[in-house]
């Protein structure tokens, strides 16, 4: 084989100075003949009885095209992963921004205007803002069949917790809370929806599931799975929150009603009180350790936010109660996760999926026993690390693990054991470690993989076909160098198409850090099977057998005679002409062997492959405002081998930037059962101005499930980054933050607890 | 909310401007930066028919200093223009410090400090270091033109005593004595690009022996309108400041102010803050003027 020559370098997106330079057309700029706009009516109230709804007056305003409610619905009950979602609000409104009613016009002004025609008579009914409120004995029902507010539950045990704590050297029993905190993505959710005449509906949207999403979409609109086509255009980011989504399917219904293009996208404050925000959590641990640091077990409770629907909030607090015990080499877990329904905005996924909360809590419990036992954080960490090519607790299958090298980069570039020695007043450092997944098998359930096609046109020109969704994290390009790579001929040969779903393969989507490794791996195949066919034709035409034919710099040759070689696009050309015009068409999928967990011991291996990470904060405090400065900031991950460097170091950046958001000042705030800063000026996320350096690390051991030995990075990202901001205002303050946001308030108040129970 | 409809109008001079401004005194407004007024009409907050422009009146966005005058800010002055001219900040770092770290590069390139002082949010932050620099400002109308000091100028949040026939012309700050100094210290959430959450103000005059002459310190986002602290100045005034005296006056301007609790911080952590940011303030404003060069 010839050398490795396009995975592994960095490069810029493919698609990125289209982006910069502002030509990219994205979902919002989809501008199709005789397409209408669309405005949703939402509910002003937490919880309401709708009496009636007059929406006479709004469709006669002239320009409106129809004006619909429930009752225009199939009035089929849906969701992702349950039933308890209507197109409209029912007899009820369950959350302030429930959908109540939309409005089709010619413009979006004449749809807002007759919007505020539209009179609905609602009786308020008392509501429920907090799951804790929410699960207790006589709180108002969200969900009539659901007693108690009780939307899921979730159990899991392994070993014998209770006689491993009780035998322990030292307890670290704490509650913990992770609020709010809402994607911010640059362009808010949205969608063109288009009909033909035998009643086909095409979405334009941009989301992370474009496959999976007609699933719901068809049952919602009493359609089969192939009425329902997506098209995926280049999209303003999603972070997890653009799955599902109810903004969607008012296009769609919409577009069934008159019959032509209707546009739809929320408003950045619609997006921000009826998106799909982060799963608020209350979790008690529960953490044991023998005198030498090594981890004796581990017990969680988990109380999540789904608010007032399930959107994928159960699976989330399952992925809470025991993902992160792949981290460490625990035999004793128990965990239980309660979702409960509130009258809040639906909550969903975000960068983590319940993974970062539960990081952020084990990493402080782990900071938490080292400072007990006077260990080394750092140490500790090292210590109990799962290895490579191990088992873990729920019997997940660890092959490649690079987190003690991750711990060791990191505190080598921090200069952590300097720090640590020499502690400066009102300064700190904090170090928190993290594992994730590459696809989650619990999440997946039919089947699960990735699966491309490869196309080798007449002119040479490769088009590569796939199912995941790019959503400006680099996915094109990581798909483009695979094929480059596998075909040997350079990158700028290589389009990464759309996805359609009348063409495309069935993916998955972009969850889940899977996009590279399973995707990847669809892409690889795919780029194989065109490599065969293609080298099997340049075999013929150089008179030599299949097997002895490579390719590089797009052109072919038989091994060890690179000077007598063809051009590959004379061999495409070849190939076509002699199939009478069909190209090379290369088609492969990856059967990654997960296994899905048993669904009483939960035991099973739900990804193919496993990250993991190091990330190191410096911090610095003024004791008089109790305003933080993170001033350094180290990040080693364990990616795999690296397929674009950069586009890796950019993933880890932006992490940490949403990470050092969430900790210091993200957070959604519910007022009377209102999002009370559903804007840009009172929800504050971080500028660039707010960030410290972050320096990057890249540890590489090589993934045997992976394309070219590569896992993935979307998620681990952000994990780690709350604990290791926290654990250094803990280094710095003596303050232990259980809470986040860290507000400069919150803690100069605990500051000053502490000051006081020192003098007291 | 649909896109609201309005009138624009772009007089040429002060004259048609005052004429226009006249003629729709009920349903019009002034444009400079519009960066308050167009988030507020976008958002459905007014009733605006008619929009008056003063980009392209002559003259407005001047910018003066005089030993003896003191300084003239046009009412057109950008706020990117009044934080980085030299005489600003030579004799009002506090202004100019204001008009450099509020709001964004973008907004401060087109935001203008009389709009800002038009506004009368709570927390503008350049109403603060003007009430410590005893400010006024020139309100013009048809056949008519008054100084208003800006110590009454405020009367409410968003509210001010402005008739609706009036434009500022500009904003007038005396000349500062030599041995003076000021400055303006604010705290907000996030660390760039945020609305303050409080905004302290403060100016020192010393004599010879380093003995404070006049003090007169102003906050900003703890009351209903930004204000002075008397009770702290006169505390202040013919003495000579020591660390006791610095944390009395500061607690002075704590009773002065009266905070709310909103998303940005709770009322009772900004009185904490008003406490450690004056004592800050008047420090930095005491340093100064000590090495006398202002
Ligand atoms: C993203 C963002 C961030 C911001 N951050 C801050 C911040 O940190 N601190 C802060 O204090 N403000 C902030 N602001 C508010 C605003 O930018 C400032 O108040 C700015 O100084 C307003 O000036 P302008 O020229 O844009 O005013 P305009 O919007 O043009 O006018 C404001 C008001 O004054 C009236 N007006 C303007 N000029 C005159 C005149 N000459 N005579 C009579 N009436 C007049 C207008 O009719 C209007 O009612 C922010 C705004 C935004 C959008």
């Excluded at chain 2, 006249?22 to 507020?40: E, F, S």
């Excluded at chain 2, 008054?146 to 110590?151: G, I, Q």
């Amino acid at each position: 084989m010839p050398k490795i020559q396009i995975v592994g370098r960095s490069y810029p997106q493919i698609d990125g100075m289209e982006k910069a330079t502002g030509r990219t057309r994205f979902a919002s700029d989809i501008k199709l003949a005789g397409m209408l706009h669309a405005r949703v009516l939402r509910s002003p109230y937490p919880h309401a009885r709708i009496l009636n709804i007059d929406t006479s007056r709004a469709k006669a305003l002239p320009g409106v095209k129809a004006v619909v409610t429930y009752a225009d619905t199939p009035g089929i009950k849906f969701g992702p992963r349950s039933d308890d979602w209507t197109i409209f609000a029912d007899d009820k409104v369950r959350f302030c921004g429930d959908e109540v009613a939309a409005v089709a016009a010619v413009d979006e002004d004449t749809a807002e205007e007759a919007l505020e025609l539209i009179r609905v008579e609602y009786e308020e009914l008392p509501f429920v803002e907090s799951p804790l409120e929410a699960l207790k004995p006589g709180a108002p029902l969200v969900h009539e069949d659901h007693p108690g507010n009780v939307a899921a539950e979730f159990k899991v045990e392994a070993g014998d917790v209770d006689r491993a704590l009780a035998n322990s050297h030292v307890v670290c029993e704490e509650s913990f809370y992770t609020n709010q905190t809402y994607q911010a993505y640059l362009e808010p959710m949205g969608a063109v929806a288009d009909v033909d005449l035998a009643g086909r509906i095409t979405l334009y949207a941009g989301n992370q599931i474009p496959s999976m999403i007609r699933v719901p979409y068809a049952k919602a609109l009493g359609l089969t799975l192939d009425q329902v086509r997506v098209v995926l255009p280049d999209y303003g980011g999603g972070f997890g929150a653009k799955m599902e989504t109810n903004t969607h399917l008012v296009a769609m219904l919409l577009a069934q009603k008159t019959g032509r293009p209707v546009r739809h996208f929320n408003t950045r404050h619609d997006d921000f009180i009826a998106g799909n925000p982060r799963v608020p959590m209350y979790i008690d641990i529960k953490l044991g350790a023998d005198k030498e640091g090594v981890i004796t077990g581990k017990e969680v409770k988990v109380i999540g936010d789904a608010g007032a629907r399930i959107v994928y909030s159960q699976i989330i607090v399952a992925t809470a109660c025991y993902r992160v015990d792949s981290l460490y080499r625990f035999k004793n877990v128990r965990a239980k996760g309660i979702t409960a329904y509130t009258n809040t905005v639906p909550t969903s996924c975000f960068r983590g999926f319940g993974n970062t909360q539960a990081t952020f809590v084990l990493e402080s419990a782990m900071d938490i026993l080292a400072h007990k036992l006077g260990m080394d954080p750092a140490e500790m960490r090292v210590k109990n690390s799962i290895g490579p090519d191990s088992v873990s607790v729920h019997g997940w299958k660890i092959n490649s693990c690079g987190l003690k090298e991750c711990v060791e980069e990191a505190t080598k570039m921090s200069g952590w054991a300097e720090k640590k020695a020499k502690k400066r007043p009102l300064k700190g450092i904090g170090l928190s470690c993290c594992n994730h997944v590459s696809g989650n098998r619990a999440f997946a359930r039919e089947f699960d993989g990735g699966a491309g096609i490869v196309r080798i046109g007449r002119d040479g020109r490769i088009s590569v076909y796939h199912g995941e969704s790019d959503m400006g994290q680099g996915q094109k390009t990581v798909y483009a160098q695979i094929a480059a790579e596998t075909l040997g001929v350079p990158l700028d040969w290589v389009s990464v198409m759309q996805v359609d779903t009348d063409i495309s393969p069935w993916g998955f989507g972009s969850f889940a850090t899977r996009g590279t490794l399973m995707g990847g791996n669809g892409v690889l195949a795919a780029s194989k099977d065109a490599f065969i066919k293609l080298a099997q034709v340049a075999a013929d035409m150089m008179e030599s057998n299949v097997d002895d034919v490579v390719c590089e710099g797009g052109r072919f040759y038989v091994k060890g005679s690179p000077d007598k070689s063809l051009d590959f696009k004379e061999v495409a050309l070849n190939a076509t002409d002699s199939n009478h015009g069909s190209p090379v068409m290369g088609t492969g999928f990856y059967d990654p062997p997960t296994v899905l967990p048993d669904p009483k011991t939960k035991q099973g291996n739900i990804s193919p492959a496993y990250p993991f990470g190091c990330q190191i904060a410096e911090v610095e405090v003024d004791p008089t405002t109790g305003k933080v400065t993170v001033t350094n900031f180290v990040a080693a991950h364990d990616v795999g081998r690296a397929i674009n460097p950069m586009a890796l170091e950019g993933q880890i950046q932006g992490g940490v930037a949403q990470g050092l958001g969430w900790t210091l000042m993200e957070n959604m705030v519910t007022n009377k059962g209102k999002v009370a800063n559903a804007n840009f000026l009172d929800y504050l996320i971080p500028t660039a101005l707010d960030m410290p350096p972050v320096e990057p690390k890249l540890i590489e051991p090589y993934e045997p499930n992976g394309p070219y030995g590569a896992k993935g990075i979307g998620e681990p990202a952000i994990n780690p980054t709350m604990s290791a901001i926290t654990n250094a205002i803990y280094d710095a303050t003596g303050v232990r933050i259980t809470e986040l946001p860290v507000s400069p308030e919150k803690l100069l108040a605990e500051m000053e607890k502490l000051k006081g129970s020192h003098e007291g | 909310m649909p896109t609201p409809r309005f009138t624009f109008h772009q007089p040429q001079n002060l004259e048609q401007a005052l004429d226009l401004v006249g003629m729709y005194r009920t349903n019009g407004k002034i444009l400079a930066g519009g960066t308050d007024l167009v988030p507020k009409l976008r958002a459905g907050l007014m009733d605006v028919h008619h929009v008056v422009s003063l980009n392209r009146v002559p003259g407005l966005n001047r910018i003066t200093f005089h030993e003896d005058d003191g300084l003239v800010i046009g009412a057109g002055a950008r706020l990117a223009d009044v934080a980085l001219n030299p005489e600003v900040m030579k004799h009002y770092p506090g202004l100019a410090h204001a008009c450099s770290v509020m709001a964004t590069t973008q907004i401060r390139n087109m935001g203008t400090v009389a709009g800002n002082i038009v506004n009368s949010a709570p927390s503008a932050d350049t109403a603060a270091p003007l009430l410590a620099y005893k400010a006024a400002v020139i309100l013009v109308e048809r056949g008519g033109r008054r100084h208003v000091p800006l110590t009454e100028f405020f009367s409410g949040p968003g509210l001010n005593v402005m008739e609706p026939m009036e434009i500022m012309e500009a904003i007038r700050v005396p000349s500062p004595p030599r041995r003076s100094g000021s400055a303006y210290l604010r705290l907000s959430a996030r660390s760039k690009v945020d609305i303050a959450a409080v905004g302290v103000a403060g100016f020192l005059a010393l004599d010879m022996d380093g003995v404070i002459i006049e003090a007169r310190l102003a906050l900003a986002a703890v009351a209903p309108t930004p204000l002075r602290c008397p009770e702290a100045e006169a505390m202040l005034a013919g003495q000579k400041p020591d660390p006791q005296l610095l944390t009395r006056a500061a607690a002075a301007c704590v009773r002065a102010c009266r905070p709310i609790d909103d998303v940005r911080a709770t009322a009772a952590y900004r009185r904490k803050m008003v406490q450690v940011l004056a004592g800050r303030v008047i420090e930095q404003c005491y340093q100064t003027a000590e090495r006398g060069d202002a």
